[in-house]
């Protein structure tokens, strides 16, 4: 089974496309984030989601709208895409938010997004 | 923000050799997570550390939450060819919000 699935795995697209990434999580996780992993593999937070609420928005363009229509999902557009925005995107989720043995986060396989 | 420092940028061991990676941060977490992440996936959790001072193991790795709350350090003993991979620390103060190291990345000669 897996836990924290997303899709696609993989998306070549063209500069100033609108693409959308889907991710979905089985562990009746309350909170969902997403991540970017540039090409030096340093990874930031971008949205945090606890109860499709939105609690963690951190410097991220507009250009990238996150949305969640259930607790499982949390899927992020992304609008007039950039060269700059090619790097792998990750979600994650974890059971608990602010609680001690809550905080641990569940990965998925990630997205690896080119823009050429 | 806060920023975490972790050394070292990457090792090059031979298997059997001992490792030791750690994180350092000018200010104060309640909470250090280890994570490893291999080619093509996600990083995956492998020690959580909830209490200054702690020592926790999981298998062949052992993490410790320094008493100053500012650092943490990963040893993994007699590495195997499997190891390969970047490691990641992660610190957290406020809820949600995990800030990760830069990565560690390990490479293991058989």
């Known amino acids: 089974d897996t836990a924290v699935s997303q899709t696609p795995k993989y998306l070549v697209t063209q500069m100033g496309n609108d693409k959308s990434i889907k991710c979905e999580q089985n562990?009746?996780?309350?909170?969902m984030y997403w991540y970017k992993q540039d090409s030096k593999k340093f990874l930031k937070i971008m949205f945090s989601?606890?109860?499709?609420?939105?609690?963690i928005n951190e410097t991220v363009p507009n250009r990238f709208s996150p949305k969640s229509p259930d607790k499982a999902h949390l899927n992020l557009h992304i609008n007039s895409l950039e060269l700059g925005d090619s790097a792998v995107y990750f979600c994650?989720?974890?059971?608990?938010?602010?609680?001690?043995?809550?905080?641990?986060?569940?990965f998925g396989p990630g997205t690896r997004l080119t823009v050429l | 923000g806060q920023q975490l420092n972790q050394s070292p940028q990457s090792m090059f061991i031979q298997e059997g050799e001992d490792v030791s990676m750690n994180c350092t941060s000018s200010?104060?977490?309640?909470?250090w997570l280890w994570y490893k992440q291999e080619p093509g996936e996600g990083p995956v959790l492998l020690i959580a550390?909830?209490?200054?001072?702690e020592l926790t193991s999981n298998g062949r790795l052992t993490a410790q939450f320094g008493i100053t709350r500012k650092d943490s350090f990963l040893n993994i003993s007699a590495s195997i060819p499997s190891d390969v991979g970047i490691y990641f620390c992660?610190?957290?103060?406020?809820?949600?919000?995990?800030?990760f190291g830069d990565g560690t990345t390990l490479t293991v000669k058989p």
């Open positions: 550390l909830y209490k200054a001072g």
């Open positions: 200010s104060i977490f309640n909470t």
């Open positions: 562990l009746g996780h309350d909170t």
């Open positions: 989601y606890n109860n499709k609420e939105l609690i």
């Open positions: 992660a610190g957290l103060l406020n809820a949600g919000k995990s800030t």
């Open positions: 994650a989720s974890s059971q608990d938010f602010g609680l001690a043995g809550g905080d641990e986060q569940f």
